[in-house]
């Protein structure tokens, strides 16, 4: 099982960015697909961003494309989310998590661990 803890939420203005940190440990992070998703109140959670073991492939949800930024550092077992020109419509929790594959971790088919979330609030 892998343990991943979020960092980097907060409140910002529209127009601001935020940098997420999803820090893991416990089993070898470069084996795992990762993934960024948000909750907001009253919503299912949606997946944001994933991205492969190496970061080589890489998808994003239509509603952030051009705005967001996933990347992976396998050497700090660490996945980050780079979100910028952020709108109010992007409050949520937002939670990284692990997959065998990006397909499975994409498709929300078999995720591995979730980690605690970070909240993230958009002001207008």
């Known amino acids: 099982q892998v343990q991943l803890v979020e960092s980097g939420g907060g409140l910002v203005q529209a127009g601001g960015s935020l940098r997420l940190s999803c820090a893991a440990s416990?089993?070898?992070?470069?084996?795992?697909?990762m993934g960024w998703f948000r909750q907001a109140p009253g919503k299912e959670r949606e997946v944001v961003a994933t991205?492969?073991?190496?970061?080589?492939?890489?998808y994003y949800a239509e509603f952030v494309k051009g705005r967001f930024t996933i990347s992976r550092d396998n050497a700090k077992n660490t996945v980050y989310l780079q979100m910028n020109s952020l709108k109010p419509e992007d409050t949520a929790v937002y939670y990284c998590?692990?997959?065998?594959?990006?397909?499975?971790?994409?498709?929300?088919?078999?995720?591995?661990?979730w980690g605690q979330g970070t909240q993230v609030t958009v002001s207008s």
């Open positions: 998590a692990t997959g065998t594959s990006l397909y499975h971790v994409t498709t929300m088919k078999s995720i591995g661990s």
């Open positions: 416990g089993r070898t992070f470069s084996n795992y697909a």
């Open positions: 991205i492969s073991t190496s970061g080589g492939n890489i």
